[in-house]
C-alpha cells in the first residue's frame, strides 16, 4: 500500500487560512489521494478526495502537486472547531483498502 | 446524506463475555464496510473489509475468530468481540461507502468504545 507522510502537528490562527501538506512519493496512476478529519472521541469524517485536478467544497480545497507525489488541504479560515487529527491517505484500485497513517494534529488559536 | 449509525457508542463487559457492534448506513446502501480499531493517541487500524453477502476480509495479525463480521444485508454490518479481554478494550469504528472501487469516500460510524473488566 502507498505511504503517506505528515507532519505530526501544526498550529494555525483563527480565521487564518491553514495549508495542511501530505507527501506520498510512491503513488500510482490510479491511486485516488482522500483527507478525513477525526475530532476526540468521534468517528472521522470526510473532507475530500481527488485524483489528478485540485477540488473544491463547502469544508475545504485539494491542491495536487503536478507529479502527484504531493497534495495540500487547504481550509481557507481555520475555525476552532475545525481543530482536529487530519488524515492524508491513498486509496489503490487494486486492494481498494483506505489505510491510515498517523495524520496532522492541528491546533487553531483564538 | 450518507450517515453511518453505530451501536451502542460505549459498552462495559467483563471478562469472557461476547460484545456485538452494529453498523448501519442509513440512508444509502453499502457494498462494502471496514471496520477500524483504535487507541489512544494512535491513528485507526483496519480490522477488516467486510463485503455485503461473502465473508470478511481481515487483515494480517487480526484473528477472524476473535472479531466476527457479519455483513448480511447491504445496510448493516455487525462485529462481534468473542470472549473479550482487557486486551481487546478499545475505540471499535466502522465505516461504508456508497460506491465501489477507491474514488468512493468513506462515511464512518461515531465509534463505539469497549472497555473490558
Known amino acids: 500500500d502507498a505511504k503517506t507522510t505528515q507532519p505530526n502537528s501544526m498550529e494555525s490562527n483563527e480565521e487564518e487560512p491553514v495549508h495542511l501538506p501530505c507527501n506520498h512519493s510512491?503513488?500510482?496512476?490510479?491511486?485516488?489521494i482522500h483527507w478525513y478529519r477525526q475530532l476526540p472521541s468521534q468517528g472521522p469524517e470526510y473532507v475530500i478526495h481527488?485524483?489528478?485536478s485540485n477540488v473544491n467544497n463547502r469544508m475545504a480545497s485539494l491542491a495536487i502537486a503536478e507529479d502527484r507525489k504531493s497534495s495540500t488541504l487547504i481550509l481557507h479560515r481555520a475555525t476552532l472547531r475545525d481543530a482536529a487529527v487530519y488524515y492524508c491517505?491513498?486509496?489503490?484500485?487494486?486492494?481498494?483498502?483506505?489505510?491510515f497513517g498517523t495524520g496532522t494534529r492541528l491546533k487553531v488559536l483564538a | 446524506g450518507a450517515v453511518v449509525s453505530q451501536h451502542p457508542s460505549r459498552v462495559i463487559c467483563k471478562s469472557g463475555t461476547s460484545v456485538k457492534i452494529e453498523c448501519r448506513s442509513l440512508?444509502?446502501?453499502?457494498?462494502?464496510m471496514f471496520w477500524y480499531r483504535q487507541f489512544p493517541k494512535k491513528s485507526l487500524m483496519l480490522m477488516a473489509t467486510?463485503?455485503?453477502?461473502?465473508?470478511?476480509?481481515?487483515e494480517q495479525g487480526v484473528e477472524k475468530d476473535k472479531f466476527l463480521i457479519n455483513h448480511a444485508s447491504l445496510t448493516l454490518s455487525t462485529l462481534t468481540v468473542t470472549s473479550a479481554h482487557p486486551e481487546d478494550s478499545s475505540f471499535y469504528i466502522c465505516?461504508?461507502?456508497?460506491?465501489?472501487?477507491?474514488?468512493?469516500?468513506?462515511?464512518f460510524g461515531n465509534g463505539t468504545r469497549l472497555t473490558v473488566t
Open positions: 465505516s461504508a461507502t456508497t460506491g465501489q472501487g477507491n474514488n468512493s469516500p468513506l462515511h
Open positions: 510512491t503513488i500510482s496512476g490510479t491511486d485516488y
Open positions: 481527488g485524483l489528478t
Open positions: 491517505i491513498l486509496t489503490t484500485s487494486g486492494t481498494y483498502k483506505y489505510i
Open positions: 440512508d444509502f446502501q453499502a457494498t462494502t
Open positions: 467486510s463485503n455485503e453477502g461473502s465473508k470478511a476480509t481481515y
